[in-house]
């Protein structure tokens, strides 16, 4: 068994992470993403260079009125298995400032409680600073005691709670040093 790395979206992970997909979806997100559509090999492949690109662009499901931002997105994989997600935003907008933070990481289902949430967390802190970014926001529900947990452990310190809106749930907000 090899160790669990960072890499950029790739074709290479497409029957992992479809299966992912699947997992989420029973849990209610990502619903936007069509997995009938991106099995499909053309659409697959325009996904992963889209998730590549470093564009700014807007996080789905999101409205129009919010400025795209530029982020590297990241899987996290191992022995050819697609584990999770982190995306990682160069700088922040103001919607990001309450509500989305610079990071936002997930892990496939049947993958959790197994270290690798930690795992992309902490592989990801370089990367983080080598985009230019010292200091991390994340924002996590208030009842997820699993992400404030990772975060915590990694040194991340608590803000404040945002407001609940019409829109967006209550977050906190974590700071996460990364240089």
Known sequence: MSASKL???????????????????????YKYRNAALLAQDDNFKRFVEDLCSEQGRLHQPMQD??????????????????????????????????????VHFVIRPSMRNKGYGKKILKKAMPVINYLGIDKALLTVEPDDERAIHIIEQLGG???????????????NRYWLDCS
């Open 65 to 102: 009125w919010v400025e795209p931002m530029p982020e590297t997105v990241l899987w996290l994989v191992k022995d050819g298995t697609y584990l999770g997600s982190i995306e990682i935003r160069h700088r922040l907008n103001w919607h990001l400032e309450k509500w989305g933070g610079h």
């Open 7 to 29: 890499v950029r979206p790739s074709i290479e992970y497409k029957d992992s992470y479809l299966e992912s997909l699947s997992e989420y979806h029973e849990e209610g997100r």
């Open 157 to 171: 310190k608590l803000e404040d709670t945002t407001q609940a809106t019409e829109c967006f749930p209550a977050l």
